[in-house]
């Protein structure tokens, strides 16, 4: 869907309105939140990506609504994800300087990481990854993470 404050030059924008390819496709969206997988070539089965609808760069400009509802819903996507991915934890990371609409990345922290990648270094594996320098995730793997958290969203939606 195209938000009211859709704007054409922003990657975030144009994946909320189903304009960007993403494995998968949507995993869940609703008038607030949208979810993806991140793009192939992606270091984890699981890499989430969650983006408010509307183009806002951060929580700092959040509206009500949004700051109200942020916490609930990052608790309720983690927690699914870290059920789905059997993950030790997931990392959320939210830099905001390649693209100025708000975007989260929601990486599981797997017991068995690739280069033993924890912590900071993990954003390491993205970049080796888009290099060439190491092999992403296999996409089965991806596809099937995907199915299943999608499955758990549908049967257990984050709250409103």
């Given at each position: 869907?195209?938000?009211?404050?859709?704007?054409?030059?922003?990657?975030?924008?144009?994946?909320?309105?189903?304009?960007?390819?993403?494995?998968?496709?949507?995993?869940?969206?609703?008038?607030?939140w949208?979810?993806r997988?991140?793009?192939?070539?992606a270091?984890?089965?699981?890499?989430?990506?969650?983006?408010?609808?509307?183009?806002?760069?951060?929580?700092?400009?959040?509206?009500?609504?949004e700051?109200?509802?942020?916490g609930?819903?990052?608790?309720?996507?983690?927690?699914?994800?870290?059920?789905?991915?059997?993950?030790?934890?997931?990392?959320v990371?939210?830099?905001?300087?390649?693209?100025?609409?708000?975007?989260?990345h929601?990486a599981?922290?797997?017991?068995?990481?690739?280069?033993?990648?924890?912590?900071?270094?993990?954003?390491?594996?993205?970049?080796?990854?888009?290099?060439?320098?190491?092999?992403?995730?296999?996409?089965?793997?991806v596809?099937?993470?995907?199915?299943?958290?999608?499955?758990?969203?549908?049967?257990?939606?984050?709250?409103?």
């Open positions: 869907m195209k938000h009211p404050s859709y704007e054409a030059e922003c990657d975030v924008c144009r994946a909320n309105a189903g304009e960007e390819p993403s494995p998968g496709g949507v995993i869940f969206a609703n008038d607030l949208f979810v997988h991140t793009p192939p070539p270091p984890l089965a699981g890499w989430m990506m969650l983006h408010p609808q509307r183009h806002v760069q951060g929580p700092a400009h959040f509206t009500d609504e700051a109200a509802n942020f609930l819903v990052l608790r309720h996507f983690t927690r699914i994800l870290e059920q789905v991915t059997g993950a030790l934890r997931i990392y990371v939210a830099f905001g300087e390649s693209v100025p609409h708000m975007h989260a929601l599981p922290r797997y017991a068995q990481m690739p280069n033993d990648a924890i912590a900071w270094s993990l954003s390491d594996t993205f970049r080796q990854v888009a290099a060439g320098e190491m092999a992403g995730a296999d996409l089965a793997e596809d099937s993470v995907i199915d299943k958290y999608r499955e758990a969203l549908e049967a257990n939606p984050p709250p409103r």
